[in-house]
């Protein structure tokens, strides 16, 4: 990690009014969460649109919930990490500050983040496709495949947003609106290719925040940064928080 990159980030985010933070799957990959793109990822060797749309559901119920009974079971037993920890102090170090985060493991929540804008759901949350019922559920492997709505008998499905969804309406006004009004958009671990999301990156340039990007590669929209640390975000996040505290390094 650059010194001099280090410390204009530093001094970006100590004085700005409102901070607003992007995090995706490499933020969570300190973790031991595999991110989906890359090698090793979860998308490598898989059609994305064969576990993750509607369609996907809609064809083979039992097929789709083995897969996130299957990420489930391994997030149920991974913890934050560093990155997910400064997060969760920042919300009480700036006076406006939104955590927007495209993951659905809940690592950010778990950090004792409050008010995290899950833009893609979580994956601990289950929702009746026929009531609608919805409901928090971290038990792992679920007991039955497909799981089923207590309440009318419908099928349940993940909580989580599949590709050709529309984001939650709330959470991505809110995320729109922090990112409008931000001094400083952090973008931390995404490859910044999936869309909406990917587009408050943009929204964010084209107000006039200063972004920063954390992330040990270039994302598809680094050239939108205009400071970009190329280390883990496990490392980048305590550093950043180290100075602004003015501990010395
Ligand atoms: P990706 O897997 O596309 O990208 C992960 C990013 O994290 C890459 O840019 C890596 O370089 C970076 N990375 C890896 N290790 C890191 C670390 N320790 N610290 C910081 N960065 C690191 O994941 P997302 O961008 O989150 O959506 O993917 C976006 C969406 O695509 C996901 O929310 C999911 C997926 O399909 C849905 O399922 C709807």
Redesign the pocket.
Known sequence: MDRRDLETAVAWIRSAGTVTVLT????S??SGVP????SG?L?QGRR?EDV?SPEAFAADPHAVWRFYDERRCRLATVQPNP?HEVLARWQDRFRRFTLVT???DGLHALARSRDVLEL?GNIWRIRCVECGREREDRTAPLPELPPRCTACGGLERPG????GEALPEGAARDAWRATETADVFLV???????YP?AGLVEVAAARGARIVE????A?ALAHLAGVALRA???EALPAIDALLSGVPS
């Open positions: 995706g799957a490499g933020v990959a300190e991110t989906f793109r890359g990822g998308w994305v993750a990155a495209q993951n659905v893609h989580v947003v599949w590709f931390a671990g995404t490859s910044a290719v999936v999301a954390l992330n040990p590669e994302s883990p975000a496990g």
